[in-house]
């Protein structure tokens, strides 16, 4: 709904993108309309990622991590699984999965409007590659992304272990998802990591995300939203 103007109704999603301010503190913006210059005021939040290889725990963290948020533990945060959206269509590695990734920061964007921040959980949302280029990005006070590992015979045991219907004992899949796994452990080693991590080959749910409940708060005072 930003995208459109509110005076002209002139579309643009690569408006300028200002402080506020009527608030010095941070945590909110000025979208600049490039046909009219109508100011249009919206709330930033940091763009939040919880990604990783297929098998390295993305679901079964956000579960836990729903539990404790009805609990009312944690930091307010919405937490969706990307993967709801995925169809064959959005299957597009020549474009960095464009289509899918635009939509949920989009979706991101608008849904943090509203209350709390977004957290999305997706392995390709996780590639800070696939984020490049997506004018919505701009929005954001920040990109922080918690990419999960494990160590390679977990990960494969675990693709494994699930139900046939999902197609992830191939070999062709496995092998691919520990290259992916092993992509994400070499960012590691760059001088300014884009990634943090979090190894779940040994951690309980309940180890998991009291880790990643920490990296939101971290997240969110590196990068604070309105």
């Known amino acids: 709904m930003y995208h459109v103007c509110w005076r002209c109704g002139a579309f643009a999603a690569d408006k300028e993108i200002l402080p506020d301010p009527a608030y010095p503190e941070g945590g909110h913006g000025l979208a ?17 990622i919880v990604g990783g290889a297929s098998g ?24 969706l699984e990307a993967d709801i959206l995925w169809q064959p269509a959005l299957d597009t590695p020549q474009d960095n999965y ?32 696939n984020l490049e ?11 922080h992304i918690l990419s999960l590992v494990c160590d390679d015979e977990v990960l494969a045991g675990r693709l494994r272990e699930r139900p046939a219907w999902r197609g992830t004992r191939e070999e062709p899949f496995i092998a691919a998802q520990l290259r992916f796994n092993a992509w994400n452990r070499a960012q590691r080693a760059l001088p300014d990591p884009p990634l943090t991590l979090l190894d779940t080959t040994d951690a309980t749910p309940e180890d998991a995300a009291a880790a990643a409940w920490r990296w939101l708060e971290r997240a969110l005072q590196v990068s604070p939203g309105g």
Do not use: Y
């Open 133 to 143: 280029g997506i004018p919505e990005v701009r929005w954001f006070t920040g990109v």
């Open 56 to 79: 390295s725990g993305k679901t079964t963290l956000l579960h836990r991590m729903l539990q404790e948020r009805s609990a009312r533990r944690g930091p307010a945060a919405l937490l």
């Open 32 to 48: 600049i309309c490039p046909a009219c210059g109508h100011a249009h005021p919206f709330r930033r939040w940091p763009l939040l």
């Open 98 to 129: 464009r289509a899918f990734c635009q939509s949920w920061v989009r979706l991101a964007l608008n849904l943090g409007q509203q209350g709390p921040p977004v957290v999305l959980f997706g392995a390709g949302l996780g590639v800070p590659d």
